[in-house]
Nanobody, 126 residues
C-alpha cells in the first residue's frame, strides 16, 4: 500500500502562487490515479484535480481549471499541485489521494480513492 505525505501549504496573499507536494512511499505513484481534494471549514471535501496512471491525462474541477495544474515527477515519486492566482475562497485543507482504479464511483467522488494523506493547510488572505 502507498503512504502519502503532503507539504507546501502556508499563508499567502490573494494573487500569489503555491505549489503543493505529495510525496509517496511504499508504492510508486504511477500505479495509481492520483487526485487532489480540498476541504474548507464547514464544507464537504471537494474534488480539485486528477492525474491518470500514465500521467498523460489530467482532469480538473470546472471552477479551478486554468488556475491549478496537477503534475508528477516519477523520479521523486511525488505529485504536485501548482496553484496560481490564489483567492481567499481557495482557503482549505488540501489532501492528496490515490485511486487503485476499477471502482464504481466517479473520479470526482472521494469514495473512489483508497489512500489519503493527512492534508496541508492553505490560507489565502485578501
Amino acid at each position: 500500500q502507498v503512504q502519502l505525505v503532503e507539504s507546501g501549504g502556508g499563508l499567502v496573499q490573494a494573487g500569489a502562487s503555491l505549489r503543493l507536494s505529495c510525496a509517496a512511499s511504499g508504492r510508486t505513484v504511477s500505479n495509481y490515479y492520483m487526485g487532489w481534494f480540498r476541504q474548507a471549514p464547514g464544507k464537504e471535501r471537494e474534488f480539485v484535480a486528477r492525474l491518470s496512471r500514465s500521467g498523460l491525462s489530467t482532469y480538473y474541477s470546472d471552477s479551478l481549471r486554468g488556475r491549478f495544474t496537477i503534475s508528477r515527477d516519477n523520479a521523486k515519486n511525488t505529485v504536485y499541485l501548482q496553484m496560481n492566482s490564489l483567492k481567499p475562497e481557495d482557503t482549505a485543507v488540501y489532501y492528496c489521494a490515490a485511486d487503485l482504479g476499477g471502482g464504481t464511483y466517479r473520479y470526482t467522488d472521494r469514495r473512489s480513492y483508497n489512500y489519503w494523506g493527512q492534508g496541508t493547510q492553505v490560507t489565502v488572505s485578501s
